[in-house]
């Protein structure tokens, strides 16, 4: 650990030098390997060494907005506004910063590699920020970031009324390139044919020196020959900062002279939202062959067959990668379109978007001067798109959003002035100082139920159909000393990673089931199966809530008040991790 908070260097043990299948996880319901076992053995599977820049950014905001109420009829009331954003993008007072990856420039390295398959060139480049005209900034700025608000109330009678409102607003976007060369990350070669054998049962040395060359942060002195044989990311320089449009419209109506019910609809849409894309991953054709489901073999890609010697071998250029040091190098790493780098992620790319759609409905009672009800209830649907789920082989995401998509919400609420004191119902003729203590208190309960959270597995899963089941406590068992909530089917199976042949695993077996509704992929070869919805959800969240306040008159400006909260009063277990 870094006692200033810098970064931390690491060593990482797993499973995957201690298990059966090495660079791929068992089948589900199926374990080997031990991460304690590697440890004891020498065999990390991670590590970093980093040596961190210390940055000085600034950005530059300005705003100006005007906005007036317009009563153009007694009945009728118009609230118009507009706004105007002016961000500028970060920059770093040394212009610390990378600017773009350049696609088209031939790299200086190509002069240095001779063995290329069809004798290939090296293409592709990291660009920094101010240099060679470049801007200091991420992205241009935005100067058309006009944002239009108008909404209305009218009075239908003198029981009922009409309001709703539509505006735009921009997010406060503090994005900024990232600072590679300007800071530096070393990492651990597990292995130097590809996983097959650790790399530290390959020199003898064991954990004495797993990582003999640090790299040194060198700026932008190397030019394009930044980052060889490492992974990067930049900011679109055509980045748009994203808007979002609000919208809602509400009837209200007095029933009687103690009840007023409402209902609105509210709702939202944002475009040029934040994404990302992999402009540097393997070729489609590389996973089709490795990938069973399409008639595929995956030992082409994971045995010495998918090795090829490696051109960058010993160059000096890329020191301090898995590039530089092992003798081959997979062949899918050759069918990137710049093989001389690992991933190339480029960032706000502006293809997210995401819309929230509800109906609200409210109601107020007053039972009488000193005790009010007032309920509410929300039902809602939120979700999002522009993503990926499958980058390589190009197929879009389109999901409910897990953590802000929550279908019910209702909330029963209450204020009492608790009828004790002088003037007052009991003890009405008590003397101050007993009406300091007990008099003049509110009471404030507060009950709320939301619908669980979208429920989805991680990894690469094929749907049969709703994997939601009805949720039922688990004792505990041979395999856990604890109880547990099944909410998801248990008729898992997984497709052999050879195969491709579907096996239920044990728990389904012993849970009764003769189908799956999940299945887990082969390996990571096979195409992602996006799914919008899995049909589950956690559990949903119950929380009762008291407040008891009372205010104290000290002077006629000063008042002084004393508040119990009692929250989760009912000690309500609300559950938070996934099934």
Known sequence: ANPNGQPENTLGFTTNFSQHYYNFSEAPGYSSGNAI?????????????????????????????????????????????VRYDLLGPRTERHNRMDYIFNPTVMNPVSSQITNLPNGSAIL??????????????????????????????????DKMSIRGGVGEMYQLTEVNDSTTGFNSSTQYTNSLDNGLTPYTSTTGQGLSNPIPH????????????????????????????PATWSYSVSFERSITKRDVVDIAYSGHRSSNMDSSDNINHESSAWYAQCDVERGGNRQICDS??????????????????????????????????????????????????????????????????SLSFHVAYTHARSMSA?????????????????????PHMLSLSGVWYVPVGRGKWLLGSTNRYIDAAIGGWELSPLYTYASGNTWSPSGNWE???????????????????????????????YKDTDTGVMHLEPAAVAAGCTSPMLVQAPNAYAV??????????????????VAASKNFAITEWVKLQVRLDAFNLLNHPNWQNSY
């Not at 190397?222 to 992974?231: E, F, N, R």
């Not at 978007?353 to 009672?365: K, P, T």
Request: glycine share 10%.
């Open 37 to 81: 076992a590697s440890l004891l053995l020498g065999y990390p599977n991670s590590g970093t060494v980093q040596v961190p820049l210390e940055s000085f950014y600034s950005q530059h905001y300005y705003a100006a907005w005007v906005q007036d109420d317009w009563k153009i009829a007694p009945k009728l009331t118009l609230n118009l506004g």
């Open 124 to 157: 592709g480049g990291l660009e920094f920020a101010g240099v060679n005209g470049n801007p200091r900034g991420a992205f241009s700025r935005n100067m058309l970031n006009i944002q239009p608000r108008i909404g209305f109330a009218y009075a239908i009678n």
């Open 214 to 241: 640090v790299i040194a942060p060198i700026g932008a002195s190397l030019g394009y020959l930044t980052s060889l044989g490492s992974s990067m990311g930049f900011e679109n320089p055509n980045y748009h900062i």
């Open 304 to 369: 010495a067959t998918g090795q090829t010697p490696n051109p960058f071998l010993h160059v000096a250029a890329f020191a301090g990668t898995t590039d530089s040091s092992a003798a081959t190098i997979s062949k899918g790493t050759l069918t990137r379109p710049y093989p001389a780098f690992g991933d190339i992620n480029e960032l706000q790319l502006n293809a997210g978007r995401n819309w929230y759609n509800s109906l609200q409905i409210a109601a107020m009672h007053n039972v009488a001067r």
């Open 386 to 406: 522009g993503d990926w789920a499958d980058m390589v082989n190009r197929i879009p995401a389109r999901s409910v959003i897990g953590t802000n998509d929550i």
């Open 463 to 493: 749907w049969q159909g709703p994997v939601g089941v009805k949720q039922q406590e688990l004792p505990a068992d041979g395999s856990h000393s604890y109880k547990r909530i099944r909410g998801v089917t248990p008729c898992v199976g």
């Open 528 to 545: 992602a199966h996006p799914v919008v919805y899995w049909g589950a959800r956690l559990p949903a969240s119950h929380n009762f809530d």
